[in-house]
């Protein structure tokens, strides 16, 4: 029987580091968006609690929190970088896009789903 060797070559010390360098330079091109699109959030919700039950609740808010970076990333890009670092700009609304489609897609199931529940009304209805 053959022994597997665990590959202990991972330094801690030295992920971090990448993870650092990686966090500096996405943050030159979504600038400090994981924190602003929480606020925005919170005001489009208009300070109530986003209630999430259903897998496909889950999956439309995940969908639109990464659409909303897409956006703010191409905001940064377009009205107060220089320059981009990690991906061109136009990568930015082509990944939205991809997003947006994929939440239609989810909405439609989410929409069938609510056809054949008799006890849901309305997309998000609580």
Request: glycine letters at 6%; charged letters at 30%.
């Amino acid at each position: 029987m053959a022994t597997t060797e665990i590959d202990c070559g991972a330094d801690v010390a030295e992920i971090l580091r990448l993870s650092a360098e990686t966090y500096e330079s996405k943050t030159t091109d979504y600038g400090s968006s994981w924190r602003a699109i929480g606020h925005i959030i919170h005001l489009l919700a208009r300070g109530e609690p986003i209630v999430l039950e259903t897998p496909e609740d889950i999956i439309a808010f995940g969908l639109f929190t990464r659409r909303m970076d897409k956006f703010a990333r191409e905001f940064n890009g377009t009205f107060l970088s220089e320059s981009l670092t990690f991906e061109a700009l136009a990568d930015s609304p082509e990944d939205e896009s991809v997003y947006a489609a994929m939440a239609a897609a989810n909405i439609r199931d989410m929409e069938d789903r609510e056809m054949t529940d008799p006890n849901r009304v309305g997309i998000g209805a609580k």
